[in-house]
Each structure stands twice: as C-alpha cells, then as structure tokens.
C-alpha cells in the first residue's frame, strides 16, 4: 500500500476486496487466450477449432473480469460462449464432410495473406511503440459494486439526461430481429 | 513488470486481432474463416473494455455489449447463408464458392 | 492458530470468504461443496430407484444392504471396474473432455449459491448472471459428446437434448428476470443480481417472492420449475436420453466411468438449478415465517427442527429393523440397519444439544454453530423437496415427443414469461 497508488486502489486494498496476485492472473489468461487462438487458426477439424475459440472466449471474459467490467464478462459468457458457440458446433455438425478434413488446409496464396497480416502486425507495434508516453501509468479502479446498476442507467435512463444509449439499445432489437428473420427464411427449405 | 497497465491488454488485443486476420486470409474452411472473425470482434472489444478502465468511464463497455449483440445478429446471417449455400452445391471452400466470377 | 484461519471463526463476519479474499476458507467451502454434492448424488441414486420402485409397487434394491441401502456403494464400484471402450473412428481428444465440460459447467454453478448470509464461496455482484452463463456452457458438453462418438443414435439425441436445453434456457432466463425485479421493490429502488441479496431482499420485503403479488411470484416459479426439468434432460423432458427412443442418447458410447460422470454431472446439474429455485423464489435459507414469529420461543421451537427430523428418521430406522425377518441369513442385515438406525440417532441427539446450548442470540461458539446448521438444514430440506418432486414426475408423467416439447417451449413457455415480466414491472411500479 505505497501512497503512490491511486486513492481508489487504496480504498479497495483497505476493504479487504483488492485484486490478489493480479499479474500472475494477467499473463495466464492473456497466455491462454492467444495460445487458444492461434489454435483456431491452424486447425485442420473444425470442431477442434471451435472447442479452441471457446477457450479463447472464456480467457477473454476472465480478462474482462480482471478489467472491473463483471457485466461485460458476464453477457461474454452467455451470449459468445453459451450462444454463438452452440450455433458454430451445430453448423459444423451439419455441413460436415468427410472430403473436406482430408484436403489442403490453407489457401494457395496464403504467403500474401501472412504478409498482410505481418503488415499490420507492424503498424500496431508501431503504434503502441509511439503512443506508449501518452498512456496514464496507474488505471482508474472502477467501483465494482454498483457496475451493473450504472450500465443500466446508461442503457434505460431517460435519454438526454443519464441514458444516453436508450436509442442505440431500441436500433440493437431492432437489429436482431431482423438478423432472427433473415435466419429463418434463409434457411427454410421450402419458404 | 508488476503492474499491469493499459499497454498490456492493448498488446493482447492486437496479438488476437492480427490471429484473426491471418485466419481470415488463409483458410480454406468457410465456417473457421467466421470464426476468426469472430476472433477480430473480440480483440475489439478487449481494447474497448481496457480503455474503459483507463478513463474511468463505461462508455466502453456499452459499446463492447453493442458489439457483442451485433456478432450474435452477425454470425447467425453468415452461418444462415452458409448453410443454404451448402444446400446449392455441396462445398464449404472459399475456393468453390465462386458462382459470381466471370 | 494461524490468522487466517481464526479470521472467519469470528462470530461477527458478515461476508463470504470470496469477497473477503480469504482463499483458506474459500477453497475449504469448494471442498466441502464438491463432497457434499457427490454425497448428496449418491443419496439420490438411492432415493430414486426405491422411491420410483414404490411408485411402481415394487419394492426396489433390497438385496446389497438392508433395503438396497449399499446399492450406490455396489454401482458405483461396477463402474469403475467395467472396460473403456471408446468407438475405432471416435476423435480421441474430443471423446475424452467431453464429460468434463459438462462436469465443470455443473460444478461451477455451486460457487454462487448460498447456504447462509455469509456461507457461500463467493457473493458475487452478478451471481445470477455468472449461473445463468455457466449452465449455457452445459449444452457445449452435450452437443460435443454427441459428436465425438461418430454415431447416428448419439449424433441424434445430442442435437435434440442441445436444441431443447438452449429453447428453455430462454423462458428460464425470463422467469429468472422477473424475480430480480422483485428485488428491486424497496425504498431505495435498486435491485441487486447477487443471490445473497436477493434472499436478504425477500427477508426485507417480508415475504417470499413465490408469494409475492400472487399469483405473479407463483407464476414465475411454475416456469422456472418447467424449465428447469427441461434444462436437465428429466422426465417428462427426456426424450433425448430414454433407453426405449433413441438407445441412451448422447452417452450411448460412453462406458464405464465416463458414464458415471455424465451421470454426476446430471444429477449436479438437477441440485443445482433446484437450490436456485429455492434461492430466487423460496426464501432460501430462511426459515418459515421469519418476521411474523420472531419471538426467541418460536426461534427456539424452530431450531428444534433439524435435530427432531434426524430423530424420526432414526426412530423410522429402528421400526423397519425391528420388523425384519427374523431367519438367521437375516441377521447381519438387521444389525447393520440397527447401527445405522443408532448412528441417525446419535447425530439427532448432538443437534438437539447444539440447539439447546445456543438457544440465546448471543455470539458464543454454540450459536454461531446452530445458526449455521439452522441455515443449510432449512436449505437443504426446501432442495431436498424438489428432488422428489423431480423422483415424482419421472414416475408419473409420459414423456413429451420432440416437436410437442418444442412447441411448448417456444409458443407456450415465452410467451407467458414475458407476460408475467410485463405484468410484475406494471404491478410493481403501481404498489410502490
């Protein structure tokens, strides 16, 4: 508890509630989460790749968790990890082909998409090399007690005052429920 | 190294958006191209949330949940159009899938 | 004594150790919750097949122990013994983590629920949410088991028992909402999403939320008990797993002790969203009428309770062993059943002395002990009532074809859901 931490960490740290052996924690599920993708990636069964993109998933939503963003890391989990997930295994069960596992893995020009990737890879450490003096060098801890209650304000508040997402969050149903029709009629057989 | 701080999970994120990419532009398979695209959504997300954190505000994290509820919509359109595409000629290659060519 | 450990002895925490960061007792309440569970599943085992034998009138396992009671003990130890076989064109990997996935998503939901005011792992702000999350992560071991065996019958059954546990986690999810809503009804306006606070909310309110603006809160809790019978693949749900439709289902290939574990994982899964019945809708572990009788005489008469079911359970023991034949091959059974029946009395009696020793409100060592006892006996008896309720269903009911049990889900069971939603939110904003 130096006096160089910021008062919020402080606070935490005297309740009792502070973060314990956080980088520890940190490099295990970042460790994780980029291990498991570069599992998706080269894969040559689907299924094992979806099983890898879970794990990736769940290591993102524990860095979520470690962020003070406990909703985030909760809707994470329910909707990618129990939903989207589900509806990937069901579809590799369903266009499975036995062809397909035993034919090439990769493209035929797949050294030009490694070298755009390679580009940009560049252009990121580049990025974060040149803007590291602009970064605060302690974060802000966010209360994680009334996080949910917050986010809701944010999201149902009345608009203008506290809510300023209210209208974002109508468009976002709106929007699924044209993606749940568009499912349905794409997919009948006989619309 | 003993705190982490912002930079750290900005590296993370780049580290799994460019896994993404190369997933996109390499595969053969359409259903794991998806989800390296799925892949690139989170890598946005985890640099959303981060700087969330670091302003100290949670402008970034409605808008991580905004995107996660767009993937969800997103990836059952793509896995729709997978699907009756898989109905019409029997393949799941990106090379194949080529009826609009000239 | 180490720090560490005096710390949560102390009769005036009020946190759980998770919150509090103490990891000694949060990991000595993981262990006790995954013993306790493996106990309590082995009892079900039990209480299943003499209960649906009584229903069938029959009479069940008799021959292991007296009444069947070793039963568990003899199946357990058949399974661990029999041969693994796994399918030749099976994916090794895949067949393999399989039951573990399942097992996990069962597991972990134990971390939120609570068995006091301060006896949970770990009282997290989103504990409904982190349930509601990990039991979706189930469907994943399902639909993988049922690929990973390479075979039609599996395949089948996996999709289906998958398609109706994501159908009902829906109307779950609702009925769920509905009841945090409910918490929300008190005069500062804000709800919470940790299970502690919704019980501690109902203890506020006064009223337990299955009662709540009846008949909404009986509703909402006939919804959630549908679907959560859904949820785990039980009768009349279970379709996906019968052995006279679809040969076992999605553990069709599995033998042995990755069967045994699917089994646990099912019958986890079944405690599990039953104590979250409880929690969300009766009152979890507070006893009946905890602010209506609140004198320290009807604390006490209610005390009594834990140590007087023991007490008849021994004296039901002790009848039935008395009434056994009386040929000598007989006899090593009517000993046993009597040891057991002097055991069952032994711990009636040490309850009714902790009952009576800490019957004051005060802080010594003996109350701390029978507010806790008091606190999981009332909890575990409100689960121990579902898990006959799920006995009960499986022997009296048919059990529903595919399409009639999705039709249920999505054009019977959302629909009344959202309504009841809607019509809490209405109710509750006019009341209050």
Known sequence: MNPGMSAGLNSAINAGMAPVGTPWFFYVLAGLAVASGVAVITRRNAVHS?????????????LYLMLYAPFVAGVQIIVYAGGIMVLFLFVIMLVNI?????????????????????????????????????????????????????????????????GQYTFAFEIASLLLLVAILGAVIMTKKKI | ???????????????????????????????????????????????????????????????????????AAEAAVGLGILISFFRNKETINVDEIDLLKW | ???????????????????????????MYVLIIFAGVSVAVICMNWIERKALAHFQVRLGPMRVGPHGLLQPIADAVKLMIKEDIIPAEADQFVFWIAPMIGLLAAFTVYTVIPFGPSQAVSDMNIGILFMLGV?????????????????????????RSSAQMVSYEVAMGLAVVSAILMTSLNASGTGTLSMIGIVQA????????????????????????????????????????????????????????????????????????????????????????????????????????????????????????????????????????????????????????????GRS?????????????????????KVAGFMYLFIWYRATW?????????????????????????????VGVIFS
């Open chain 2, 1 to 71: 190294m003993a705190e982490i701080t912002t930079l750290h999970y900005l590296v993370v994120a780049a580290a799994l958006f460019v896994l993404g990419v190369i997933g996109v532009l390499t595969r053969r398979n359409v259903v794991i191209v998806l989800m390296s695209i799925e892949l690139i959504l989170n890598a946005v997300n985890l640099n959303l949330v981060a700087f969330s954190r670091m302003w100290g505000n949670l402008h970034g994290q409605v808008f991580a949940i905004f995107i996660t509820v767009d993937a």
């Open chain 3, 202 to 357: 109902q203890q506020q309110q006064g009223v337990w939320f299955i009662f709540k603006f009846f008949p909404l809160g009986f509703i909402a809790f006939v919804i959630f008990a549908i679907a959560m019978v859904a949820e785990t693949n039980r009768a009349p749900f279970d379709l996906a797993e019968a052995e006279s439709e679809l040969t076992a289902g999605y553990h069709t290939e599995y033998s042995g002790l990755r069967w045994s574990l699917f089994m646990l994982a099912e019958y986890a899964a079944m405690i599990a969203v039953s104590s979250i019945a409880v929690t969300l809708w009766l009152g979890g572990w507070m006893r009946p009428f905890p602010n209506l009788l609140h004198a320290p005489a009807w604390d006490f008469i209610f005390s009594l309770f834990p140590g007087l079911t023991f007490g008849g359970l021994a004296a039901i023991t002790f009848i039935e062993a008395a009434r056994m034949p009386t040929q000598s091959f007989f006899k090593i059974q009517r000993i046993g059943l009597a040891v057991f029946a002097a055991l069952l009395g032994f711990i009636a009696l040490l309850l009714l002395v902790i009952a009576v020793a």
């Open chain 3, 135 to 159: 039991s979706s992560l189930g469907v994943l071991g399902i639909v993988v088991s049922g690929w990973a065996s390479n075979s039609h019958y599996p395949l089948i059954g996996a999709l």
């Open chain 3, 1 to 27: 004594m180490p720090n560490f450990i005096m710390s949560y002895l102390d009769p005036k925490v009020t946190v759980t150790p998770g919150s509090a960061g103490n990891q000694f007792w949060a990991l």
């Open chain 1, 98 to 162: 036995d062809r397909s596992s035993k034919e090439r893995q990769f493209n035929r020009i797949w050294p030009v998409g490694l070298a755009a990737a390679c580009a940009l890879l560049a252009l990121f450490v580049s990025a974060i090399a040149k803007g590291k003096a602009l970064f605060p060098d302690r974060m802000i801890t966010l209360p994680e007690s009334s996080n949910t209650q917050q986010i809701a304000t944010m999201l149902y508040g009345e608009a203008g005052k506290m």
């Open chain 3, 361 to 381: 409100a005060d802080t010594s060592v003996a109350a701390r002990f029978r507010e806790g006892i008091d606190y999981v006996y009332w909890f575990v008896l």
């Open chain 1, 50 to 62: 979806a099983l890898a993109l879970i794990v990736t998933l769940l290591a993102v939503a524990g």
């Open chain 3, 398 to 426: 048919p059990r529903y074809r595919f399409d009639q049990l999705m039709k249920i889900g999505w054009k019977v069971m959302l629909p009344i859901s959202l309504g009841v939603l809607v019509v809490t939110a209405i």
